[in-house]
Nanobody
Framework: QVQLVESGGGLVQPGGSLRLSCATSGSIFSRYTMGWYRQAPGKQRELVAAITGGDSTNYLDAVKGRFTISRDNAKNTVYLQMNSLKPEDTAVYYC??????????WGQGTQVTVSS
């Protein structure tokens, strides 16, 4: 059974940094586009960043220049490095694995709170 296991969330002050990790099973990692979504209270879930198997990336405009998504194929893990965090980045962050024509997979979510 495929599982996505996230870690790295927490409380950080504005301007601080966090790194989220998402470990996956090897059976899907290389063939799926991995992504990070977030959902703030009362808002819709939105795509923050995604990375394909060929390492192409895309980002939400609001995080460009501050967040970096990367993948370690040897560890079947995708990361989201978040710098210069702002209070509006506060949300539950979800890891996803998607491939056209196949079902999506989601992690359980990890809370990120940016507050002084």
């Amino acid at each position: 059974q495929v599982q996505l296991v996230e870690s790295g969330g927490g409380l950080v002050q504005p301007g601080g940094s966090l790194r989220l990790s998402c470990a996956t099973s090897g059976s899907i990692f290389s063939r799926y586009t991995m992504g990070w979504y977030r959902q703030a209270p009362g808002k819709q879930r939105e795509l923050v960043a995604a990375i394909t198997g060929g390492d192409s990336t895309n980002y939400l405009d609001a995080v460009k220049g501050r967040f970096t998504i990367s993948r370690d194929n040897a560890k079947n893990t995708v990361y989201l490095q978040m710098n210069s965090l702002k209070p509006e980045d506060t949300a539950v962050y979800y890891c996803s694995a998607k491939r056209f024509g196949f079902r999506d997979y989601w992690g359980q979510g990890t809370q990120v709170t940016v507050s002084s």
